[in-house]
């Protein structure tokens, strides 16, 4: 699409558990309003593309539904979404709400990225809200199961540990040329977007099972 010379582009898939912090994290980083955030679980039902640029690198952030056990075929298709993310990346981060610490549901994924095999970095989300004696105990733990290249802490509300974790990102990505226009966030229509800000207020406003079956045609 564009760049030359020294430029790199790649695909990172970010995963985790449902409200781990996923579609915040990627807010945060590409500064724009691109994946909807909402405090119930399995908001984000499809891969959502953001495009962040560094210096001569351009990371592409797939924010990928939460995995999780899934029940119905909806839920399979959710989960079946958040894996070919991770397959098809260059590099998976497993996104990992350290409140909430190695829970049966975030053992289950870093046991399974570690059989794949597949290159992945752990981010402990939230260090804001947790002590950081704990924090290092936490990233051991996970990084037996998975053999993480690098561990990373931040926080995306203050801020802390974004710096270098984007760093890292950028000088991570293969040498390529630009896929998308560096001035662009996303590859979602303007309309789909809207769609979307549609769905959350839906999922802040309703309770139990009514914004699960809600769906906004675009």
């Known amino acids: 699409m564009s760049g030359t010379g020294n430029t790199r582009c790649g695909f990172v898939a970010i995963l985790g558990t449902p409200n781990a912090g996923k579609s915040t994290l990627l807010n945060r980083l590409t ?23 560094r210096g001569d690198s351009q990371i592409l952030l797939v924010d990928t539904p939460g995995i999780f056990r899934p ?10 979404a958040a894996w070919t993310g991770a397959r098809d990346a260059d590099l998976a981060l497993l996104l990992v709400d350290a409140r909430a610490g190695a829970t049966e549901g975030v053992r289950e994924v870093a046991e399974k990225l ?9 981010v402990l989300s939230k260090i804001d809200l947790v002590p950081r004696p704990r924090l290092l105990p936490l990233a051991g733990a996970l990084t037996a199961l998975a053999a993480f290249e690098e561990t990373f802490m931040v926080s995306a509300l203050t801020g802390d540990g974004l ?15 630009f896929l998308y226009p560096p001035d662009d966030l996303t590859d979602l229509p303007d309309r789909l977007l809207a769609a979307e800000i549609v769905r959350e207020q839906v999922f802040l406003q309703t309770h139990e099972e009514v914004p699960y079956g809600a769906t906004v045609e675009p």
């Open 114 to 122: 570690g059989a794949a095999k597949r290159r992945s970095w752990l």
């Open 31 to 53: 500064g724009a309003k691109l994946s909807i955030v909402t405090p119930k679980a399995q908001t984000t039902r499809f891969r959502v593309l953001g495009i962040l640029m």
């Open 71 to 80: 029940r119905r075929r909806l839920d399979r298709a959710m989960v079946a």
């Open 163 to 177: 710096d270098r974790l984007t760093d890292a990102l950028a000088a991570a990505m293969p040498p390529g040329p």
